[in-house]
């Protein structure tokens, strides 16, 4: 069964300079380098008629995920997202490789001065009996996840826009 959850982030500049960041393969470079200790990689980036599509391999340290996880995986975790964003929204989906965890989601972009990312999240843990008491763990590291890619993606624009 999965958890389902919803996460807010804000980024302190108007939605059209985050639209604008995430139509720059620069800034998904930027955003795999940066994010983790460890280097990940943009596997993919298209712009489609009214957005972009972005597939990322991430790798995710032990010490960022949730301490009841860390019981359990004994390495970093390979994230393979895949990100389609337009000018309202979008999606994301994840795939933890090696794992029976998965965690996907609909993003909504709003704002006008500051732009405000809210996402609705569903994530899958299919470990039976454990499943359901990690599901809630995991959907908790997405609102810090989420919080600290908002926190990079102001500091890129800042730099680069």
């Not at 919803?6 to 995430?22: G, S, W």
């Not at 720059?24 to 489609?48: C, H, I, L, R």
């Not at 006008?112 to 470990?127: C, F, G, K, M, R």
Request: glycine share 6%.
């Amino acid at each position: 069964m999965a958890k389902r959850s919803e996460n807010t982030a804000v980024i302190n500049f108007p939605p059209a300079k985050v639209l604008e960041a995430y139509s720059n393969a620069d800034y998904w470079a930027y955003n795999v380098a940066n994010f983790s200790t460890e280097p990940g990689e943009v596997n993919q980036f298209t712009k489609t008629d009214d957005g972009v599509e972005v597939v990322l391999y991430e790798v995710l340290p032990q010490e960022l995920m949730p301490e009841a996880a860390r019981a359990m995986i004994t390495q970093a975790l390979k994230v393979k997202r895949t990100i389609t964003l337009s000018s309202t929204g979008g999606s994301y989906n994840a795939d933890v490789k090696g794992t029976p965890v998965d965690f996907k989601g609909d993003i909504t972009i709003t704002g006008e001065d500051t732009t405000t990312l809210a996402y609705a999240n569903e994530v899958t843990v299919n470990i039976p009996f454990m499943g359901p008491a990690i599901e809630p763990k995991i959907a908790e590291f997405l609102g810090d996840f989420f919080n600290n890619e908002a926190a990079l993606t102001e500091k890129w624009i800042s730099e680069n826009l």
